[in-house]
């Protein structure tokens, strides 16, 4: 079998059989495969696309391309699951949800990423806890999510690594959006970590990798079959990004955000929906809830008697960090200098947030990254950011602005000015949620 045989066949819109996927992906993790082959089949499937079954074929294959957690020997009382984002502008939600989940019996091994261009990324906003690792031995992370319940880590170089090599070639080739290779990539991660069951957040919206409600439906409704004819239930929300998820986005602020929303102490109400809802269906797909309204009031309770903030805090404190951060956020985040609100230049109710240029705009603050190397200012970002239907006066600010100087400020408060707009009349509100595949 030659490499170029499978990508000429895939080209001519052939169903590629499981050997002639298995054969090329081999050849991706052994590097007989080259870069310029991984582009033109990359090309060729985009165009050409892939059915389910070559695409739970595909997922298989880069799933077996490493090592692959086994929770088995690992006397858990309980089912590990998972969930995964597509990313967004104020997106903290797993900081939450691990934590709840673990204290409703679940297990969570969470492997989660970076900041990729306007969205945040999970393991930046934990790297601003002083000690937290976000790359543990893979030891560590086995003993923190069986003692714990959750671990949120970064992914190492032996899970999936097939994906590694494919993703790096799509982000330069123009075929990063082929629903395929996206299905692929995320589940055979998420299959090498040993889930049992998945949930996917599928952001929709102008601050959205995936802006189109079609486009976002398909690819829920593939995760979902190919996850199925993987081996693994699962079920996509489709949620709202037309705004700042919750009342802040950066780094350090999200997560005093995410210990406040732990500890009741706020809880910003889309935020909240769309955490509970994930959690819901999570604990829905392993029989931990009969159905919605018992998983909402067994999480409910979890928040509400403290567990799932004691756990978030044992799960800091087990990698690395400090062992009374939840009691004591302040003492430990990093602070910005300057810390200002930014009021509109027009007052009235907010109609329309441009979230993508607001994402973009916490670079300008060098809270998250113009080069892959860049070290990041965990300390900047917004809070109390304002939400659409709300009105924006002298006292109500579009935000507070957290910056390194007075140069960023002002650039950041610039952004906000002109990408919030306000209208004389209540705009219609979005749901936050706007619907839910189960299969």
Known sequence: MLAQ?????KRDGKKLTKEEIDFFIRGITDWSVSECQIAAWTMAVFLRGMEDDETVALTRAMTASGQTMAWADKNLNGPVVDKHSTGGVGDKVSLMLAPMLAACGAYVPMISGRGLGHTGGTLDKLDSI????????????????KDVGCAIVGQTGDLAPADKRIYAVRDVTATVESIPLITASILSKKLAAGLEALVMDLKCGNGAFMAGMDNARKLAKMIVAVAKGAGMPAHAVLTDMNQVLGYAAGNAVEVAEAVAYLKGVRREPRLHEITTALCSEALILKGLAADRDDARAKLQTVLDNGKAAELFGKMVAGLGGPTDFVENPDKYLPKAPIVRPVFAEKEGYVAEVDTREIGLSIILLGGQRKTPGQKLDY???????????????????????????EDTFAQAATVLKAKIKTADKMPEISPVIYETVTE
């Open 5 to 9: 045989e499978v990508i000429r066949h």
């Open 130 to 145: 002083p000690g937290y690792s976000t790359v543990p031995e893979i030891d560590t992370f086995y003993k923190v999510t």
């Open 379 to 405: 300390s900047v970002g917004y809070t109390d950011f304002i939400h659409i239907g709300e009105k924006a006066d002298k006292q109500t600010p579009l935000a507070v602005i957290h910056a390194k100087d």
